[in-house]
């Protein structure tokens, strides 16, 4: 769904699932009503989310607000990356290539050290 340059998609890992809504801003992410470092305190599960946004270069060219729920945090942000991943492709369908390659290599090694 799309509305006035809004794009919305679902992600969904394990038991979780996520609603995203992409729109153009400066780069403020809102994970169920709390900002993105107040939500995950765990720089991992920052990261995981904010890859596909860092890979394509549009850290700063959206305003993210995402419900997410069930499962457990790390779940909950490997959702968000998959609806953020595909928020991004209905926005630009020439960033599909670039995030699928990385973001399939990525879960190949997905490790924990």
């Not at 995981?48 to 549009?58: F, N």
């Not at 953020?84 to 490790?111: I, M, T, Y």
Request: charged share 25%.
């Amino acid at each position: 769904m799309e509305r006035a340059n809004q794009f919305y998609a679902t992600g969904k890992r394990k038991d979780s699932v996520a609603k995203v809504w992409l729109m153009p801003g400066t780069g403020k992410i809102i994970i169920n009503n709390r900002e993105l470092d107040d939500y995950f305190d765990i720089p991992v599960n920052r990261d995981v989310l904010t890859s596909p946004l860092v890979l394509t270069d549009k850290s700063d060219a959206f305003d993210i607000k995402i419900t997410v729920m069930g499962g457990g945090y790390t779940g909950q942000a490997g959702a968000i990356r998959q609806g953020v991943s595909k928020a991004l492709v209905l926005s630009d369908p020439d960033l599909r290539g670039v995030l699928k390659s990385a973001l399939q290599s990525h879960e190949n090694c997905f490790s924990f050290s």
